[in-house]
């Protein structure tokens, strides 16, 4: 099958750029499911009065609004998940596909990737990776939800930060990794962390994407393939601009 473009990654970032790619476009996802990198991270993201350049931007703006996320300290992006599915809704969007090879050919590229139907492989002109690679991060945290039971004095070790949850007194809490941390040894980090601490501090649930903080200078293109980490950017509000934007420039 051929596209326009192939996008790499189902995060808010390609939800942005195929907002305005539509049929031309074709995201490819290894993952069940789509904004994994602030949803299922839970990364809820910051500086929300930072200005959107889109008009699609502004008005996935309003919808979160309307939710009432943004009241206080409270910030949680789970109550948006839906407006943000349906962005994808009418969108050529493949999830739990494997990418197996990129081959750069003289007039765009081969994508092959694997699915539960087998092997597939996408002709486009252009490749767009919203996803983070090994060699962009510059730090990482295993994320999770903690309950407090109220408890209003309690110190933290120093490798968890904390961050307002947006519900009642439970916070969300950040382990901080090493760089070659896997998914398993990190949950062993958190837990660990979690047996020295006060009793009635329990985790309510943990994120399984990690938290990303990117080294400046890794949203850029390389051997004809535009890097664009959704998790770049402050919040997903405006990793979703960012797509729509470079997509509007007839890139």
């Excluded at 993952?31 to 500086?47: L, S, T, V």
Aim: glycine share 6%.
């Amino acid at each position: 099958m051929e596209y326009e473009v192939i996008i790499l990654g189902a995060t808010f970032a390609a939800a942005g750029l195929i907002e305005k790619y539509k049929e031309k476009a074709l995201i490819l996802e290894r993952r069940p499911q789509a904004g994994y990198e602030f949803f299922n991270a839970i990364n809820f993201g910051c500086e929300y009065d930072a200005e959107l350049k889109s008009d699609e931007s502004k008005m996935l703006f309003e919808r979160f609004k309307a939710k009432n996320i943004f009241t206080g300290e409270r910030i949680c992006l789970f109550d948006c998940a839906y407006d943000f599915y349906k962005c994808l809704a009418d969108k050529n969007v493949l999830l739990n596909m494997e990418i197996i090879s990129i081959q750069k050919e003289q007039n765009g590229f081969l994508v092959t990737a694997h699915g539960v139907s087998g092997y597939r492989t996408y002709k486009a002109k252009r490749v767009i990776d919203t996803r983070v690679h090994k060699d962009m991060i510059l730090s990482k945290t295993l994320n999770a939800v903690l309950k407090t039971s109220g408890l209003k004095n309690f110190v933290l070790p120093e490798n968890i930060k904390m961050e307002k949850w947006g519900y009642g007194d439970d916070i969300v809490v950040k382990c901080m990794l090493l760089p070659d941390d896997d998914y398993i040894s990190a949950r062993r980090k958190l837990f660990g962390t979690f047996e020295n601490m006060h009793e009635d501090l329990k985790p309510l649930l943990v994120a399984d994407a990690f938290d990303y903080k990117l080294k400046d200078g890794c949203v850029a293109e390389k051997d004809g393939i535009y890097y664009m980490p959704s998790c770049a950017y402050k919040n997903p509000l405006l990793a979703f601009d960012a797509g729509v934007v470079y997509a509007s420039e007839g890139r």
